[in-house]
């Protein structure tokens, strides 16, 4: 793709990459990419907003440069310094000497650790703002959304919101840039898995910050990654609010891991037992053969969770250990929740389970419901009965 118009001025000049496959080192992008955005805004002084990763740079500068021509770039604006927006500034700063880079009291430390820059900086500091001419910028601190140096930039003329991460999804746009060229259920998931997995854990810093913009006349909102919105900026708007305020819908989610099929079994009567309770959206999740990511987005969408696990040598199972790490993360404090420890002679699963309660201060539906082995007509029984008080505490 080109540059494209945002604004009178404004331009986008972001790339896709679907080269990287797991972002963060961490989360699969399943061949859907991922885009990195940046712009420019052509006023009598020219402003470059981030960058992008360095493996895309030379497209990123290539449509700097169809924008501006032979002019010089005035200033780099740096919202944040997660290298998949910080990493061309090397390049663009070796482009253009003499470019002042802005930057809050936080953003120069780590740029100065990650790529040796620590000249022609100028720092600005909330509410702040700078003149390029016809368009002027406003700077807001967003510190923890998703770093601790990161900022937004807002242009008061057009009252567009370079807004960082923030606002961001997963899946780079194909052939059209808006959200009015997209279909945006398409993006519902890749922006509920970005959410959850890079913003999840500051969800409450996320909220100040929407707050915080919440008093600006927004017209467009340019994020870091995923969709511009210009056409209905109130759809992500609405969606990201709801995920902060960890607002979740009826459903139940059951991850379970399983050896030899039996915690299976026990999961899979779990569900029936759920839907004959009159539970209608079930989400049964493998731990070992799904990625953590769809788990956790399913788990921030719905109300209900159920995590079920074998004990392994008096642990619990290691690829449950790995859900409970990132859910001890990211809390489940706005859920009801529900546990079944599958044993053979010895326990362990409960152990780890327990200790995850009383870390997460979880609201447990009932005790830890213990199986031994293949789920006798006993334990049966208490599977029926655990997902009726599932069932009964999500009324
Ligand atoms: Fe897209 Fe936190 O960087």
Known sequence: MKAVKIKDDIFWIGVNDYQTTLFEGLWPLDGQGVSYNAYVINDEKVAVIDTVKYIKEDEYLEKLKSIIGDKKVDYLIVNHM?????????????AYPEMKIIGNKKTFPIMKNFYDID?????????ESLSLGKHTLQFYMTPMVHWPESMVTFEVTEKVLFSMDVFGSFKAPVGGIFDDQNDLDEFELPTRRYYSTIVGKVAGQALKALNKLGGLEIGTICPSHGLIWRDNPGHILNQYVKMSKKETDDGVVIC????????????ELLAVALKEAGVKTIKLYDVAQTDISYMIADIWKYKGL???SPSYYGKIYPKMANLLYKLAEIKVDNHKVGFLAEYSWSGGADKSFDEFACDTKADLIDEILMIKGAPDETEKNAIKAIAAKMAESLK
């Open 82 to 94: 997660e290298p998949d927006h910080s990493s061309g500034i090397v390049q663009l700063f070796e």
């Open 119 to 127: 000249h022609n900086l100028i720092e600005v500091c909330d509410g």
């Open 256 to 267: 379970y891991g399983s050896m030899y099929g039996n915690t299976q079994k026990a999961a």
């Open 306 to 308: 159920f995590l079920a």
